[in-house]
């Protein structure tokens, strides 16, 4: 474990959802030379996280591929990557290894890419890893079964109850429990190696009322639906390059500063 003093910091207690402004967020390793300096403009400090070596190319250093950040400084990851997430991770941590190592091809991958929104988590839970599925039963959280199972990197987390998706799927189990959802066109998001990324993949939040891009939405479609929902919600949107948006498995935030 990293031993420098977190005083002045806090674990984020609900994924996604920081209380204060963001002070650390979990790139995958090959983003954080592109991206450290934006995010550093913010005080924000990037840790970077090596790649799962039995993915596919394009997706081997996603994070959201890697590890479930459930909360309260706990972190359920495959043993693999426990040397490597104790070298990064401050004080305060803490680690629960999952039974899965995630790997080529679909759905070995998926085992740790659970959607966390306010008090539900949405997966295809037949392909979720066992432990991290019994640490999110422990802690009360609500399953959502659905299709998708790259339903992190499907979503982007607004607020506890609010999301922006281009899954259908994942539009109406959320819509049914009260969520209120933007669903827009499937595509539009650069993604090297396929088709194109997802929404969730390319974004983070940085404080609770600011959503960062790695890149814009000039080329989206709904690029004017998203900016009014945001509006909407009291988010600022920024973008961190002048690329169109690119997904790199998400921005991941775990540190906020305390108050």
């Keep these: ?35 450290q300096n934006q995010l550093l403009s913010f005080d924000i400090e990037v840790l970077p996280v090596m790649g799962g070596e039995l993915l596919e190319e394009p997706v081997r250093y996603h994070p959201d591929m890697l590890f479930t950040y459930i909360g309260n400084g706990e972190f359920v990851l495959p043993k693999a990557y426990r040397k490597n997430f104790e070298s990064i991770l401050p004080t305060g941590s803490s680690i629960t290894e999952g039974m899965v190592e995630p ?22 839970l037949a392909n979720i890893d066992r432990i991290l599925l019994r640490r999110l039963r422990e802690i009360r959280l609500k399953a959502v079964n659905v299709n998708q199972g790259y339903s992190k990197c499907s979503t982007c987390v607004v607020d506890n109850k609010s999301v922006i998706t281009a899954d259908k799927g994942i539009a109406t189990a959320l819509k049914s429990l009260g969520f209120d959802v933007l669903l827009i066109t499937p595509g539009f998001i650069d993604l090297p190696g396929y088709d194109y990324g997802f929404i969730g993949g390319c974004c983070g939040k940085l404080a609770p009322n600011i959503l960062a891009f790695t890149g814009n939405l000039d080329i989206h479609p709904d690029k004017n639906s998203i900016l009014r929902f945001l509006n909407f919600k009291g988010i600022k949107p920024i973008f961190l390059t002048d690329k169109p948006a690119f997904d790199i498995g998400s921005i991941i935030p775990i540190t906020e500063e305390s108050t």
């Excluded at 910091?9 to 390793?29: A, F, T």
């Excluded at 790997?103 to 008090?119: F, M, Q, T």
């Design 1 to 35: 474990m990293r031993t420098e003093s977190d005083k002045m910091m806090r674990y984020i207690k609900h994924p996604n959802l920081p209380e204060s402004n963001v002070k650390q967020v979990i790139l995958g390793d090959i983003y954080s030379n592109m991206l």
């Design 103 to 124: 790997s080529k091809p679909y759905p070995r991958d998926i085992a740790y890419n659970v959607l966390i929104a306010g008090e539900v988590y949405v997966h295809r």
